[in-house]
């Protein structure tokens, strides 16, 4: 299965809102499918299709240590999350090599449609749900380090834009 190239921070792209996806068929169901092989060759546990240049809301997870447990969110949308929020240590596949802690709620209900089109309720709690509010920000064209300080933003632009830079030199 080909792999899709993942845009990474400071990337303007990944401020894109996604639109609703229409209809559920084959080529979502194929987007589906690469944006999971893509996601294990990174070896992340969760991509959105905004970090992959397709503006569609379409989410991919899998947090199972054998990693064999794809999870598949179409047009997500949150039920249900708990008041209660906790600070966690997070990464993204487009801001490689960056961890900082972000709050956000310890549980929540999630209405998506699977690759089948089939509505379901998801209810996660840990890094499920954590991984979950992560990728649903990136549908609404929001990048974890938007909950940091300007000062870390700032640093960590500079850390990827000159990584890219040197990259390329080579
Ligand atoms: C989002 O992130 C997430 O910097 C998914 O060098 C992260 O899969 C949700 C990754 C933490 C909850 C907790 C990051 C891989 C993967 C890197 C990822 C890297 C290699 C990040
Ligand atoms: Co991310």
Known sequence: MALLPILHYPDPRLHTVAQPVAQVDDTIRTMVQRMLATMYDAKGIGLAATQV???QRLVVIDVSEERDQPLVLINPEVEWASDIKRKG???????PGI???????LAVKVRALDEHGQSRLIE?????????????DHLNGKVFVQYLSQLKRDRIKAKLLKAERDARRH
Not at 99 to 105: F, L, M, N, P, Q
Not at 124 to 136: F, K, N, S
Request: hydrophobic fraction near 35%.
């Open 53 to 55: 240049d397709f503006h």
């Open 89 to 95: 240590e997070e990464g993204c596949l487009s801001v």
């Open 99 to 105: 961890y900082d802690g972000v709050e956000r709620s």
């Open 124 to 136: 996660a709690e840990g890094l499920l749900a954590v991984c979950i509010q992560h990728e649903m």
